[in-house]
Nanobody
């Protein structure tokens, strides 16, 4: 059974940092491209960062230079380091494969506010 469990969200002031974690199970993790997605209130879910099985990364323009995606293949875990956070980064963050599959987790809420 495929499962993604996200953690690490919270409330942070503008300019602050958070590190999200995602534990994956039931997938061939080592070769899978993994992504972090987010969904803000009233908006569609968007892909913000991707990391291939070989470690190649890509980001949506709005987070380039601020977010870093990484992975630990031994622990089937994906991370998203988020720095210089802005109010517009407020969303529920999810991890999934890329392309995504129908196995979304609960996500983790990130709120950037003063």
């Amino acid at each position: 059974q495929v499962q993604f469990v996200e953690s690490g969200g919270g409330l942070v002031q503008p300019g602050g940092s958070l590190r999200l974690s995602c534990a994956a199970s039931g997938v061939r993790f080592v070769i899978a491209s993994m992504g972090w997605y987010r969904q803000a209130p009233g908006k569609e879910r968007e892909l913000v960062a991707v990391i291939t099985g070989g470690g190649i990364t890509n980001y949506v323009d709005s987070v380039k230079g601020r977010f870093t995606i990484s992975r630990n293949n031994a622990r089937y875990t994906v991370f998203l380091q988020m720095n210089s956070l802005r109010p517009e980064d407020t969303a529920v963050y999810y991890c999934n494969m890329q392309p995504s599959i129908m196995a979304w987790g609960q996500g983790t809420q990130v709120t950037v506010s003063s």
